[in-house]
């Protein structure tokens, strides 16, 4: 059809050939799809310094009701970091309770941040001591009820102290290995 109508001939049904036809187009140019580029609203940094995975996991069954935080897996020992100037609130280096050896920050607003089975905490930080964004708390490990299962930290949010509220988006704002 194309050779009989004297276009070149190409065997696609392009715009040319179409218009030749008689056969009218119209094109519409997409909408850009806008990317959502989250924004932190507690967060500074990211709570694991490196190798690291997670997923939003709020309000995933567990044997103690809905999860109320993020688990970032990462390997044992991996550094945990301050993810923002805050206060040491208080600590634990023993195993205790569900969240084994864990540590507690209290920032300038009231807001709590809350880092469970660790492997082990600094040994100079102590309750009331300042930290600064990207400071080294302590390293991930599987202390408390995560006892013999894989490496991770267990990662909260409380603004103002009050109940925790799901993390994972201020994560991923904060987080340098999220595409944008």
Do not use: C, K
């Not at 190409?10 to 989250?38: E, F, K």
């Not at 995933?60 to 897996?73: C, K, L, N, V, Y």
């Not at 409380?158 to 944008?180: E, F, I």
Request: charged residues 20%.
């Amino acid at each position: 059809l194309q050779r009989r109508l004297g276009i070149r001939a190409t065997g696609v049904a392009d715009g040319a050939l179409l218009r030749r036809i008689g056969i009218q187009t119209v094109t519409t140019a997409a909408a850009p799809t806008p990317t959502a580029i989250p924004v932190a609203r507690y967060l500074r940094a990211f709570p694991v310094l490196s190798g690291y995975s997670y997923i939003d996991s709020w309000g995933a069954p567990r044997s103690q009701g809905g999860h109320e935080g993020t688990d970032i897996m990462a390997p044992r020992r991996t550094p945990l970091v301050a993810v923002t100037d805050a206060t040491v609130d208080h600590l634990s280096r023993t195993e205790t309770g569900l969240g084994g050896i864990h540590i507690w920050l209290r920032d300038a607003e009231g807001n709590t941040y809350y880092y469970a089975h660790m492997e082990s905490i600094v040994a100079s930080l102590d309750p009331g001591d300042p930290v600064t964004t990207g400071q080294i708390l302590g390293s991930v490990g599987n202390s408390g009820d995560a006892r013999g299962g894989p490496t991770h930290v267990h990662f909260e949010i409380h603004p103002g102290g009050g109940a925790a509220t799901d993390p994972y988006r201020d994560l991923r704002a904060v987080d340098s290995a999220t595409p944008r």
